[in-house]
């Protein structure tokens, strides 16, 4: 919403968590409140900043002072029409025509970003957690998932396979969660990251998800 990002009042958030979780039960894991990739989204006429740069709130966050208050950092790397293996370091990448191109929050590779972040600030312990992640393709995608029509879902099954084996790459990644199931029977727009159809039966992502190496 309109100027609610404010990274020091999600820190005080956090910390008054982190205590009473541990307080409670010291061997709980906490991890942050979910990074989402973002550019800074700032439209006057709709009230002003909609959206932060997710990598300048996670240095905000740590000028907060959140070190120290959590045990992960959950983070939900997205691809949109972009390959994982892409490197959003890249600038013929960066300066490619078409939409969801032009910024490095487009490229699942973003979360190399986050963890430069917390290598810095002296982190480099703690772990990644995907939360949410994936690709969506075709169904009735609204506009806000605009890019899912740009991706078959060949497509979507190749790039969740890809993502995992960068995952199982990076030693820092704790854990990956697809998403979405099975959104069909519920939502027109977000069953184009499901990878099971209405019916359950699979689309060929949950397929290549059930074979992949594990």
């Known amino acids: 919403g309109p100027s609610r990002q404010n990274a020091g009042a999600y820190v005080t958030l956090l910390k ?126 609204g506009s806000e998932w605009a890019y899912a029509h740009e991706n078959t879902e060949q497509d979507q099954a190749n790039n969740l396979v890809q993502a995992f084996q960068i995952g199982q790459q990076r030693s820092y990644i704790a854990a990956m969660f697809v998403w979405n199931l099975n959104f069909f029977g519920t939502d027109q727009a977000k069953c184009a990251f499901s990878v099971l159809k209405s019916g359950w039966s699979p689309r060929p992502a949950y397929t290549a998800l059930a074979n992949m190496a594990k």
């Open 16 to 141: 008054a968590a982190y205590q009473s979780i541990k307080a409670t039960d010291p061997a709980a894991l906490v991890l942050t409140g979910a990074l989402t990739p973002a550019g800074n989204v700032n439209i006057p006429e709709l009230g002003g900043m909609l959206a932060r740069d997710d990598v300048e709130y996670f240095r905000e966050m740590y000028a907060a002072e959140m070190r120290g208050y959590f045990d992960g950092v959950a983070a939900h790397p997205s691809g949109f029409n972009n390959a994982p293996v892409l490197d959003p370091r890249d600038p013929a990448l960066l300066g490619r025509s078409g939409g969801f191109h032009a910024h490095r929050s487009f490229y699942f590779r973003n979360f190399e970003f986050y963890r430069e972040v917390m290598e810095e600030q002296g982190d480099a312990d703690k772990q990644l957690w995907f939360t949410e992640f994936g690709w969506a393709s075709g169904c009735q995608a």
